[in-house]
T-cell receptor, first 113, second 115 residues
C-alpha cells in the first residue's frame, strides 16, 4: 500500500539557518504530493503541493520538488524564522479511485532566536 | 470566505459512551474526509463522504460511522468508545471535479479524551 517516510525529528535550528526535511514515498500510481504544517494547538494547513514529476511547489519561502526517479519530495527553506516552528507533515494522494491522504509521522521543527 | 469548521473543539467522554462530531466544509466544497490523529502521529484516514455516501474507508472498525447531509456538512459517530479512541479528529473538505479530487483543506479539529 501507499506509505510516506519522513526524517525523524525533532529538528532544532537557529534563526536564518537552512532547512531540509526529507520525505520519500511509496505509491502504486502517480500520486500528488503535499506538505502540510501544524502549528501548536491547531489543525493542518496546506503549505505546498506538486501534482506531477519535476513540478516544484513553493510557498512562504519553502520549496519542494517532486522527484519521481528517487520517489522523494524534500522540503527546503533557505532561511528559517522563529515563526516557522511547527510540525511538518509530508503526504500523498494517489490518483484514480484512491482519494485519501496518506501522511508521514511528522517532523517537529523548533527555530531558536 | 469561511474555512472548514468543526464542533465541538474539545470533548471528554467515558469508555463505552457514544460521541458525535460535526464538520462544515469550506464554501463551495462538496466532499468531506475524516482523519484521526493520535498524539505525536500523522493523521490516519477514517473515511470520505461524497454525494451523501461513503466513498472510501480506511482501516477503522464499524464503531466509526458517518453521515453527510444535503448541505455537504458531515458528522462522525463513534460508538462504544475505547481509551485508544482519544485523539484529535480532523475534518477536511475538498471539491470533486469529474473523476479527480482537488486539495483537501483541514479544520482545527476536535480533541476527544476518553476516560
Amino acid at each position: 500500500g501507499d506509505s510516506v517516510t519522513q526524517m525523524e525529528g525533532p529538528v532544532t535550528l537557529s534563526e536564518e539557518a537552512c532547512l531540509t526535511i526529507n520525505c520519500t514515498y511509496t505509491a502504486t500510481g502517480y500520486p500528488s504530493l503535499f506538505w502540510y504544517v501544524q502549528y501548536p494547538g491547531e489543525g493542518l494547513q496546506l503549505l505546498l503541493k506538486a501534482t506531477k514529476a519535476d513540478d516544484k511547489g513553493s510557498n512562504k519561502g519553502f520549496e519542494a520538488t517532486y522527484r519521481k526517479e528517487t520517489t522523494s519530495f524534500h522540503l527546503e527553506k533557505g532561511s528559517v524564522q522563529v515563526s516557522d516552528s511547527a510540525v511538518y507533515f509530508c503526504a500523498l494522494s494517489d490518483g484514480g479511485s484512491n482519494y485519501k491522504l496518506t501522511f508521514g509521522k511528522g517532523t517537529l521543527l523548533t527555530v531558536n532566536p | 470566505d469561511a474555512g472548514v469548521t468543526q464542533s465541538p473543539t474539545h470533548l471528554i467522554k467515558t469508555r463505552g459512551q457514544q460521541v458525535t462530531l460535526r464538520c462544515s466544509p469550506k464554501s463551495g466544497h462538496d466532499t468531506v474526509s475524516w482523519y484521526q490523529q493520535a498524539l505525536g502521529q500523522g493523521p490516519q484516514f477514517i473515511f470520505q463522504y461524497y454525494e451523501e455516501e461513503e466513498r472510501q474507508r480506511g482501516n477503522f472498525p464499524d464503531r466509526f460511522s458517518g453521515h453527510q447531509f444535503p448541505n455537504y456538512s458531515s458528522e462522525l459517530n463513534v460508538n462504544a468508545l475505547l481509551l485508544g479512541d482519544s485523539a484529535l479528529y480532523l475534518c477536511a473538505s475538498s471539491l470533486t471535479r469529474l473523476a479527480s479530487q482537488e486539495t483537501q483543506y483541514f479544520g482545527p479539529g476536535t480533541r476527544l479524551l476518553v476516560l
